[in-house]
C-alpha cells in the first residue's frame, strides 16, 4: 500500500455512512484529491476536533483500492475566526468551491495552494477587508488558471486602455477583452462596464507581489468595480453561478 504526507486544506466535507467521512483536500504536492477519514466522526483521538473546513493539516495518506484513506492528521492553521463569522465564512466558501469546481484530481497547484492559504490566514486576521481578498483571490486564480482576462487594449483594434476617450469601459465577457467606445457595437450584450482606475488596480493585485497587493487601499468605487467585474467573469467562464456565490451575495445585502 502506497503511502504519502501532504500538507492540506479541507475544502469540503461530505458524511458517508455513520461514521466516515469523504474530505476533498487541496494539498500542497497533489492539488485537489478527496479521502475518505474512516470512523472520523466518532473517534475521539485521531480526529477530534480538526476536519473542520478551511483548516491547514499536516496529512498522512495510504492508497490502495478506492479512495485514498486518511490515516493521520496534525492542525497546522485552525482558522476559527472564519467559520466563527457567517460574512468570512462566506467569502471562504466561495474561493474554496471555485478551486473545487474548476481544479483536476492529483494536478499539482503549488501556487494555487500558497494563495488559498494566503487569503485564508488575511481573512481569519482581519486586517484587509474581505472584498479586497476576493478580488485579489479571484483576479490571480484566473491567472494561474489560464483565463485571465484581457485589461490592457481593446481585443478587437488592440488601443491601449489608457488611450481610450471615455473613463468608463465595456469588457465582453465572452470574448474576456475589453472594448473601446468604437468597437463596442460589435460584441454581444454580455458586457459590464468597468472604469480605468478600477482596471489599474485589478492588474496591480494580479500581477504585483502577493503581500504588497493585499496591502493596496480600494476605494468604495473600486471595491464595487472589481467585486462586479469578477464575480461576473469568473462564474461565466466556470459554466455556472457557484452556489456559494449566491449565498455570498446575500450575506453582503
Known amino acids: 500500500m502506497n503511502t504519502f504526507s501532504t500538507s492540506a486544506i479541507i475544502l469540503r466535507r461530505i458524511d458517508f455512512g455513520d461514521y466516515d467521512l469523504i474530505l476533498t483536500f487541496f494539498t500542497l504536492d497533489r492539488g485537489k484529491i478527496s479521502v475518505i477519514a474512516k470512523s472520523a466522526k466518532k473517534s ?5 476536533g480538526i476536519l473542520e473546513l478551511f483548516s491547514v493539516l499536516q496529512t498522512v495518506c495510504s492508497r490502495g483500492k478506492g479512495l485514498p484513506v486518511l490515516q493521520e492528521a496534525s492542525l497546522e492553521q485552525p482558522f476559527i475566526k472564519i467559520r466563527s463569522d457567517i460574512r468570512k465564512t462566506a467569502y471562504a ?13 492529483d494536478e499539482n497547484q503549488e501556487e494555487l495552494y500558497y494563495l488559498f492559504q494566503y487569503v485564508l490566514q488575511e481573512l481569519d486576521i482581519g486586517n484587509i477587508p474581505e472584498a479586497t481578498l476576493s478580488i485579489l483571490f479571484q483576479m490571480r486564480f484566473m491567472a494561474l488558471s489560464g483565463f485571465y482576462p484581457n485589461l490592457t487594449h481593446c481585443g478587437i483594434c488592440g488601443i491601449e486602455t489608457e488611450k481610450m476617450k471615455k473613463n468608463s469601459v465595456s469588457f465582453d465577457l465572452a470574448r474576456g477583452e475589453l472594448v473601446c467606445e468604437k468597437c463596442v457595437s460589435e460584441i454581444s450584450s454580455h458586457r459590464i462596464n468597468i472604469s480605468k482606475g478600477t482596471i489599474k488596480q485589478l492588474l496591480w493585485v494580479g500581477n504585483g507581489d502577493l503581500k504588497k497587493s493585499g496591502r493596496v487601499r480600494f476605494s468604495s468605487q473600486t471595491l464595487k468595480e472589481g467585486l462586479a467585474f469578477s464575480e461576473a467573469f469568473v462564474p461565466y467562464h466556470l459554466g455556472k453561478t457557484p452556489r456559494s456565490l449566491a449565498f455570498l451575495r446575500q450575506i453582503r445585502k
Open 44 to 48: 475521539k483521538k485521531r480526529f477530534a
Open 93 to 105: 466558501s466561495y474561493w474554496a468551491e471555485l478551486l473545487n469546481e474548476w481544479t483536476e484530481e
